[in-house]
């Protein structure tokens, strides 16, 4: 059954009018008609079952039952992630959301690559959560994974340390003595948050920062992986070592 995503402002009652991506991928893509079955969620774990009402610029769908999806995952991960290429961001929000990561914070670091523009990162950003928004559909995720506003990472490491964590990792290109797995067991671990670099990985400086707030620098082992790599790697390694995978 094809699925949809809708935001609460959008439902009066039983209806529902989609948004106009939603309602344009109906009309012009999928090509279904009125009466057609679908299934809604709304993001806070809601799933609905449903019938195409109504197709025109703004499609209207009843819906006809509902539950409610406990959430995804016992653990809650936050990934700092150091700003990428257009497409290898765009790739690794999307891998991120499939991944089952709960919050996304694109951090702009000294080695990212240009300079952020007000209009341009509000463009990336609604592309994001788009991305996002796809994501869930195709995986069947209920609760989308929260995207923060662009930080730089001296207010990335204030923001981080003012919320616990039982687990705060860095990974780190130099890092050679401590890996994941000397980090082992993590059996009462709940909460977790990750820095990832850009494409030119954390100066030494930036790592500093982080030791002296309580951040533990990790390898990824003797292999040079490509920053998109690195990223996707760690969050499906850390998320294995949780039992989460």
Request: hydrophobic share 50%; glycine share 10%; proline share 2%.
């Given at each position: 059954m094809r699925r949809f995503f809708f935001r609460q402002e959008e439902r009066a009652g039983d209806q529902v009018i989609l948004s106009a991506s939603e309602s344009h991928h109906i009309r012009r893509v999928l090509r279904l008609r009125v009466g057609a079955k679908v299934e809604l969620f709304d993001g806070s774990g809601g799933v609905h079952q449903a019938e195409l009402m109504e197709i025109g610029e703004r499609v209207r769908v009843l819906i006809l039952s509902s539950a409610t999806i406990p959430a995804d995952d016992r653990i809650s991960i936050r990934v700092?992630?150091?700003?990428?290429?257009?497409k290898n961001m765009d790739t690794v929000v999307q891998k991120y959301t499939e991944l089952g990561v709960h919050c996304l914070i694109p951090v702009l670091s000294s080695r990212c690559q240009g300079r952020p523009d007000l209009t341009r990162e509000g463009k990336k950003r609604e592309r994001w959560l788009k991305i996002i928004d796809q994501s869930c559909k195709q995986c069947k995720r209920t609760r989308p994974m929260e995207l923060l506003e662009?930080?730089?990472?001296?207010?990335?490491?204030?923001?981080?340390?003012?919320?616990?964590?039982?687990?705060?990792?860095?990974?780190?290109?130099?890092?050679?003595?401590?890996?994941?797995?000397?980090?082992?067991?993590?059996?009462?671990?709940?909460?977790?948050?990750?820095?990832?670099?850009?494409?030119?990985?954390?100066?030494?400086?930036?790592?500093?920062?982080?030791?002296?707030?309580?951040?533990?620098?990790?390898?990824?082992?003797?292999?040079?992986?490509?920053?998109?790599?690195?990223?996707?790697?760690?969050?499906?390694?850390?998320q294995f070592l949780l039992g989460e995978i």
């Open positions: 700092g992630q150091g700003l990428l290429k257009a662009i930080m730089d990472f001296h207010q990335l490491t204030s923001f981080l340390d003012s919320g616990e964590a039982d687990l705060k990792i860095l990974f780190w290109e130099e890092e050679s003595a401590v890996s994941l797995h000397d980090l082992l067991p993590l059996r009462d671990v709940g909460r977790v948050q990750v820095l990832l670099g850009p494409e030119g990985g954390f100066s030494r400086e930036e790592v500093a920062m982080a030791r002296e707030a309580g951040w533990q620098t990790v390898s990824l082992g003797r292999r040079i992986l490509r920053a998109e790599t690195a990223a996707l790697a760690s969050v499906a390694i850390l």
